[in-house]
C-alpha cells in the first residue's frame, strides 16, 4: 500500500474517524475502492500522479459512474494532498458524511488518530541495571514459597523427595475374611 494511501487509513480505520467503519481495498463489482463506508455509502480514492493523464481520467470517470450507479458518492483525493494535509482531507471526508445523513453537522470534532505504535502501548522498560534491581525486588523468585522445588523444603528443589510412597502403603493387602 503506498504511504498516503497508509496515512488515511491509520486516521480511517477501526472506528477512528466519525466513528464509522472504513474497509480497504474492498471489491465493489468490478472494481475495488480504496476505501469504502458501506453505511454512508461513501467510496474513497486516493490517486497518485497517473490518474492526471487523459486514459486513466476516462477509465476513473467510467468506474466514478459504475460506483455512483450502485448509489455510492465517490470522492477523490490526490496523493500529494493527503501527504500534505491530511486535516483538511479529514474535514472535506466529514462533509461529505455530513451531506449523506452518516454524521450529525453539530455532532463532536472528529477524533485525531493514535500515535502510532497502537493504542496505549507502552514504550519497553529501558534495560538498566537500576531497572533490574527493582524489578527483581518485586518478583518473588521461583524457589520461593508453594509450587515445585519450594514450600517446606528450605533447600529448594534439590531437597524435594523424589522417592515413591512404597507400593504395600498404596495398595494394602486385600482382606481374606480372616483378619479380625
Known sequence: MPEPERRLWRALRGHRFAGLSFRRQQPIG??????????????????GDS??????RRH??????????????VVRFW?????TGLDGVLERLRGELIAAGAVA??????PVPPPRGGRGRQPPLAKTAATNETL????????????????DYPGGRDQTPRTKPDRAARHPPASNGTDR
Open 79 to 83: 496523493n500529494a494532498e493527503i501527504m
Open 30 to 47: 468490478p472494481y475495488i475502492a480504496d476505501f469504502v463506508c458501506f453505511s454512508a455509502k461513501l467510496v474513497i480514492e486516493a490517486d
Open 51 to 56: 490518474h492526471g493523464h487523459e486514459p486513466q
Open 60 to 73: 476513473d470517470a467510467v468506474r466514478a459512474r459504475f460506483l455512483e450507479a450502485a448509489g455510492f458518492r
Open 136 to 151: 527483581s525486588s518485586c518478583v518473588p523468585s521461583p524457589l520461593e514459597g508453594e509450587g515445585q522445588g519450594g514450600g
Open 105 to 110: 453537522a453539530d455532532g463532536p470534532p472528529l
